[in-house]
C-alpha cells in the first residue's frame, strides 16, 4: 500500500501535473479567499474552504485521478501491477493515498494564509474542524476519481466524469432523502456552516469506503475476464 502510494506520489510531481494542480489551488484560494474578504469585509476561511471543496477540489481531483488506472489499463501495466501484489485492496487504497498525500501539500501551504491572518482572529476551532473535515472530503473526492478511472482505458473521459459528478452538488440538489448522500459537498458544505453533525462525517466515511469495494470488485472482474 505504502510502496503504490509513494511511487504514484513521485510520479505525479516528477511531471508537470503535480505542480500545475499545486498552482491552480493556491491561486484558487487566494481569489476566493479576497472576493469573500472583500465581500463580507472580514476574513472567513471556513467560507474559503466551502467555495474550495464545492468548486476547485473537484477538477483537481479530477485532474490527478485521471490516470489511476486509467493509463495502467491502456498501457496493460495493470497485470504487472497486480502480479506484483496479490492485495488489490492495498494497490487501491495506495493510489487513493498517493492523492490524498498530493493535495495535503496544497492545503499545508494553504495554512499558511491562515497564520498569516492569526493575530486578526481567523483562527478558531470551528475552523480546525473544517480542515480536517476537507480532508476527508479530498479522500471521498479521490475514492471517487480512482473508482471512475478503474472503469475506463480513457484519462479523459475518467477527469471529466469524476468532474461532473463532483461539480453537479454546487448547481443541483440531491433533496433530502437517500439521494443526498450522494452529494459529498453540501454535507461538507453544512460543516463549513457550523452544522457540524457526526452523520456527515460517518457519510463521508462509508461513502469512501462504498467507492473503494466497488473499485476492488471492477479489479477483480477485469482479472478474471483477462
Do not use: H
Amino acid at each position: 500500500m505504502w510502496a503504490i502510494a509513494k511511487k504514484d506520489f513521485k510520479l505525479l510531481f516528477y511531471s508537470p501535473i503535480g505542480y500545475i494542480v499545486t498552482a491552480i489551488f493556491l491561486a484558487a484560494m487566494s481569489m476566493i479567499m479576497y472576493l469573500s474578504t472583500v465581500s463580507m469585509r472580514m476574513i472567513e476561511f471556513n467560507v474559503v474552504y466551502e467555495y474550495m471543496g464545492k468548486f476547485i477540489l473537484p477538477i483537481i481531483v479530477g485532474l490527478l485521478t485521471m490516470k489511476s488506472f486509467s493509463e495502467e489499463k491502456n498501457k496493460d501495466t495493470d497485470k504487472i501491477l497486480f502480479t506484483a501484489s496479490k492485495n488489490t485492496i492495498s494497490i487501491i487504497i495506495g493510489k487513493i493515498l498517493a492523492i490524498v498525500m498530493a493535495i495535503g501539500v496544497d492545503v499545508l501551504l494553504s495554512l499558511l494564509y491562515c497564520m498569516m491572518f492569526a493575530k486578526f482572529g481567523a483562527i478558531n476551532s470551528r475552523l480546525i474542524v473544517t480542515i480536517g473535515c476537507f480532508m476527508l472530503l479530498i479522500v471521498a473526492y479521490a475514492s471517487v476519481g480512482v473508482m471512475i478511472s478503474s472503469l475506463t482505458e480513457n484519462q479523459i473521459i475518467s477527469a471529466l466524469f469524476t468532474i461532473i459528478y463532483l461539480l453537479l452538488p454546487a448547481f443541483f440538489s440531491f433533496g433530502t432523502g437517500a439521494f443526498s448522500y450522494l452529494a459529498l459537498s453540501e454535507m461538507y458544505a453544512q460543516i463549513c456552516e457550523g452544522l457540524f453533525s457526526i452523520n456527515s462525517i460517518i457519510a463521508l466515511i462509508t461513502f469512501s469506503v462504498a467507492c473503494i469495494l466497488l473499485t476492488y470488485v471492477e479489479m477483480i472482474r477485469n482479472k478474471k475476464i483477462n
